[in-house]
Every structure is written in structure tokens, then in C-alpha cells.
T-cell receptor
Framework: AQSVTQLDSHVSVSEGTPVLLRCNYS??????LFWYVQHPNKGLQLLLK??????LVKGINGFEAEFKKSETSFHLTKPSAHMSDAAEYFC????????????FGAGTRLFVKA | DTGVSQNPRHKITKRGQNVTFRCDPI?????LYWYRQTLGQGPEFLTY????????KSRLLSDRFSAERPKGSFSTLEIQRTEQGDSAMYLC?????????????FGPGTRLLVL
């Protein structure tokens, strides 16, 4: 069965330092993986997605994620945090094996300190 | 604005009342999805349409919930006999194409409070 685990409910970094948001997934098929960001009182916005092409995926605002099948991970990184990155981040797995499913992780709240 | 729109943005109702939400997807997007998000949690998939056909329904979608997309354009989600546990943000998304890897574009959501 599909599942998504975001390993940290909260992450706090200082502005200008690297960001790492961790995500592990479980899927019995070849999944598509996504990271979405949700700013307060705003809709979910796609950061990046993996769809079985390059394992290192670059997204918007300097974020990137690496698909590691052997580790069933899809961690999100950014070299240098900006205050505007403070938001809720969701890791998402989607596939159609046995019926369409899109599973969101519980989310990681990113705090950025000045 | 060519994004996904949802109406109303907020709804307060009393337990036992019926409510209906509307979602207008991005023009010509053939897939439309409904999710529910409670405080501190990620969105949970409820159902999706491909054109006017409802192809998948989550076990979360009890008999009190019904969704329609009559002409393959806008969609409505109705909750009958609302319960306090129905209080949540209801999100709509749309995508183009037929593949599961297509990006879903989300609307701002309808926040429901059941008193």
C-alpha cells in the first residue's frame, strides 16, 4: 500500500543556511513524487516533481529533490534559506496501480530565523 | 485569473444542515479532484473526475457526501446532514492530460465550520 512519511513535523533554520526536508515513501509501483508548498492563507503550489526521468529534480525558488529508489526517499533541499521560504511543505506520492491514489504526507513546517 | 476557483471561501453551518461547494477548474483541464484538509494534516484525497465521469472515491467519502461534474467543467461537492467532524478545508484541484504524473493545480479552498 502507498504511504508517505515526512520525518520532521517542524524544521527551523537560520536565513542563509541549507534546508533539508525529509520524505520517505512506500509504493508498490513506479510512483510519481511531488513536493508542494503551502503559505498561510494561500493555495498549494507545486515546487517540483519526479516522473521517472532524471533522479535529481530542480524546482522553483532554488529547491531541488533527489529520488533515491534504494532508500525510498525523496528529500527536498535548498542551499540557502530565505525568509520567504517559511511555510508548510508537503511530500506527495501518486500512482494508478490498482486505482488512482494521491497520498500527501502530514507536512513539515519550515521556520526561518533572521 | 485563470486559476482554480472555489466558492464560497468560508461556510459556517449548523449541525444537520446541508452544504454545497463549487469548484471551477482551469479551463480545459479534464481531471478534477477533491481533497479534505484538517488542521495540522496534509490533504486527504476524496474523489476525482475525468471529464464528467467520477472514477475514484475514497473510503473517506461517506454516503453523506456526493460530488458531481455534470458537463465536465465545474464540480460541486455536497455534504448532507453535516456533522462537527466535517469541519475542515475542502480543496479542489485540476490537471490536464491522462497521466498520474500531471501537476495538480489547487484552488484556495473552502473552509467549513460546523457548529
Amino acid at each position: 500500500a502507498q504511504s508517505v512519511t515526512q520525518l520532521d513535523s517542524h524544521v527551523s533554520v537560520s536565513e542563509g543556511t541549507p534546508v533539508l526536508l525529509r520524505c520517505n515513501y512506500s509504493s508498490s509501483y513506479s510512483p510519481s513524487l511531488f513536493w508542494y508548498v503551502q503559505h498561510p492563507n494561500k493555495g498549494l503550489q507545486l515546487l517540483l516533481k519526479y516522473t521517472s526521468a532524471a533522479t535529481l529534480v530542480k524546482g522553483i525558488n532554488g529547491f531541488e529533490a533527489e529520488f533515491k529508489k534504494s532508500e525510498t526517499s525523496f528529500h527536498l533541499t535548498k542551499p540557502s534559506a530565505h525568509m520567504s521560504d517559511a511555510a508548510e511543505y508537503f511530500c506527495v506520492v501518486s500512482d494508478e496501480n490498482g486505482g488512482f491514489k494521491t497520498i500527501f504526507g502530514a507536512g513539515t513546517r519550515l521556520f526561518v530565523k533572521a | 485569473d485563470t486559476g482554480v476557483s472555489q466558492n464560497p471561501r468560508h461556510k459556517i453551518t449548523k449541525r444537520g444542515q446541508n452544504v454545497t461547494f463549487r469548484c471551477d477548474p482551469i479551463s480545459e483541464h479534464n481531471r478534477l479532484y477533491w481533497y479534505r484538509q484538517t488542521l495540522g494534516q496534509g490533504p486527504e484525497f476524496l474523489t476525482y473526475f475525468q471529464n464528467e465521469a467520477q472514477l475514484e472515491k475514497s473510503r473517506l467519502l461517506s454516503d453523506r457526501f456526493s460530488a458531481e461534474r455534470p458537463k465536465g467543467s465545474f464540480s460541486t461537492l455536497e455534504i448532507q446532514r453535516t456533522e462537527q467532524g466535517d469541519s475542515a478545508m475542502y480543496l479542489c484541484a485540476s490537471s490536464s492530460g491522462l497521466a498520474v504524473q500531471e501537476t495538480q493545480y489547487f484552488g484556495p479552498g473552502t473552509r467549513l465550520l460546523v457548529l
